[in-house]
Structures are given as structure tokens and as C-alpha cells.
Nanobody
Framework: QVQLVESGGGLVQPGGSLRLSCAAS????????MSWYRQAPGKQRELVAR??????TTYAESVKDRFTISRDNTKTVYLQMNNLKPEDTAVYYC???????????????WGQGTQVTVSS
């Protein structure tokens, strides 16, 4: 199976920065896309940033020019968050769509979530 381990959340003051990491492991033949979602209390989970295989990225309008998604060669995806605002407070989830065999359809996996709190 596929496991996703997230790290990097915490408490930061407005205007500060955090870097989230999500390491994927297990029987992954090919990754289709890696994304970050977030869910604030009382709100629906929303897409924050997505990187498809090949490197193209998309961002939620609310985080453009502040957040950057990136990926290294070890199946780890990062979310660099700068100029954080109180409204960025949420649980952040890593999402990976991957193929675990050469013939299987794509499957979706979620990390356990990491809390990001932006407060003075």
C-alpha cells in the first residue's frame, strides 16, 4: 500500500513562513499528481495547490504569489507558505494520485493532516 507522512505544521505569527513536507512511500509505480488541500473549522476541504506529473502547477486564488508547491525526486512534495495570514489557519492534507501497478487505475491517497495556525 501507499503511505503518506506529513510534517512541518505549527504555530506562526501573521507574515511568517512555514514549509510543509509530505513523503510518499510504498509500491508506487508512477505518481500522477501531488496536491495540498486544507480544511478550516466549519468549512469544506479545499484545494490549495496541485502539481501534476511533468511539473505544471495550479493554485487557489487566495494563496497565489504566497505559496509554492514543489517536488523532489524522492516522491516528496513540499508546500512553502510565505506571508501567512490568519485565514490560512487550517488542517493541511497531502493528496497523492498514483498508480501502484502498470495496469491498475489511478488511486487516491491522503495524508493524516498537519495543523497550521496563524495567530499573533
Amino acid at each position: 500500500q501507499v503511505q503518506l507522512v506529513e510534517s512541518g505544521g505549527g504555530l506562526v505569527q501573521p507574515g511568517g513562513s512555514l514549509r510543509l513536507s509530505c513523503a510518499a512511500s510504498g509500491n508506487i509505480v508512477r505518481i500522477g499528481e501531488m496536491s495540498w488541500y486544507r480544511q478550516a473549522p466549519g468549512k469544506q476541504r479545499e484545494l490549495v495547490a496541485r502539481m501534476i506529473n511533468g511539473g505544471a502547477t495550479t493554485y487557489a486564488e487566495s494563496v497565489k504569489d504566497r505559496f509554492t508547491i514543489s517536488r523532489d525526486n524522492t516522491k516528496t512534495v513540499y508546500l512553502q507558505m510565505n506571508n501567512l495570514k490568519p485565514e490560512d489557519t487550517a488542517v493541511y492534507y497531502c493528496n497523492v494520485r498514483a498508480f501502484i501497478t502498470d495496469t491498475s487505475p489511478v488511486s487516491t491517497y491522503w495524508g493524516q493532516g498537519t495543523q497550521v495556525t496563524v495567530s499573533s
